[in-house]
C-alpha cells in the first residue's frame, strides 16, 4: 500500500478557498434580498379609491325608457354607479366625463363595465348629455334610496359582479388612476 502523502500548505489554503466560496454562494441570496428588504423597501401597491366592503343597497327606480330599474338586476357585471341631477350641472359633468374615459381606457374589456347615472329628480336628461355618452344607464330613483350608499350620492362607487360595493371614489376623481384601478379589478377577476 502507498501511503498518502499529507496535504500541502498550499492544498490546505486552496480548501479551505473552496469551502468559503461555496459558502458565501449558499449565503449571498439571503444577505441580499436582507439588504433589499431593509434599505430599499418598495412601495406598497395601494388602491386609488377607497375601499368599502359591503353588499350594494337596493335602488330601484324607473330607466329613462320608463322600464323598471333594479341595481341588483346588474349583478354579473361590473358596475360604475354615480347620481346628479338630470339637469347634470359641472360636478355632473366631470363625473360623467370621468366614467367615460376610466371605461375606455380599458379597451376591449371595456364590455365588462356598466356605467349608471342615477338621476334624483324629475327633470330630464340632456339631449346632448345622452349623445356624448352611449351606453349610459340611466335611471331616475328617489334621492332618499341613495342614503344607503357610505359615503353619501356626490361620490362615484364600483361595484362587483356579485353586488357587493367595491370601491368609493370622490365626485371628482383622477381618471387615469380610476382607470389603473379597473384595469387591476378586471385583471384580477374572471367573472363579469
Known amino acids: 500500500m502507498t501511503a498518502v502523502p499529507p496535504p500541502t500548505a498550499a492544498r490546505r489554503a486552496s480548501s479551505r478557498r473552496t469551502l468559503l466560496l461555496i459558502a458565501l454562494v449558499g449565503l449571498a441570496p439571503v444577505v441580499a434580498s436582507t439588504v433589499m428588504y431593509l434599505f430599499f423597501p418598495r412601495q406598497a401597491a395601494t388602491n386609488y379609491g377607497e375601499l368599502v366592503q359591503l353588499p350594494a343597497p337596493e335602488i330601484v327606480g324607473t330607466r329613462?325608457?320608463?322600464?323598471?330599474f333594479r341595481l341588483a338586476d346588474l349583478q354579473g357585471k361590473w358596475v360604475v354607479v354615480m347620481s346628479g341631477s338630470g339637469g347634470c350641472e359641472e360636478?355632473?359633468?366631470r363625473k360623467l366625463y370621468a366614467t367615460r374615459q376610466a371605461r375606455t381606457m380599458q379597451g376591449r374589456e371595456q364590455d365588462r363595465i356598466t356605467r349608471v347615472w342615477l338621476v334624483t329628480d324629475a327633470m330630464p336628461s340632456s339631449p346632448d348629455i345622452l349623445a356624448s355618452h352611449p351606453g349610459l344607464l340611466i335611471a331616475h330613483v328617489d334621492r332618499a334610496s341613495l342614503a344607503?350608499?357610505?359615503g353619501g350620492?356626490?361620490?362615484i362607487y364600483v361595484i362587483d359582479p356579485h353586488g357587493n360595493l367595491?370601491?368609493?371614489y370622490p365626485p371628482d376623481p383622477d381618471i387615469r388612476r380610476l382607470a389603473k384601478?379597473?384595469?387591476r379589478l378586471l385583471r384580477a377577476s374572471s367573472i363579469g
Not at 329613462?64 to 323598471?68: A, I, K
Open 166 to 168: 367595491v370601491l368609493r
Open 148 to 150: 344607503a350608499l357610505p
Open 91 to 93: 360636478a355632473c359633468q
Open 181 to 183: 384601478d379597473l384595469t
Open 64 to 68: 329613462d325608457d320608463g322600464q323598471r
Open 153 to 155: 350620492p356626490d361620490a
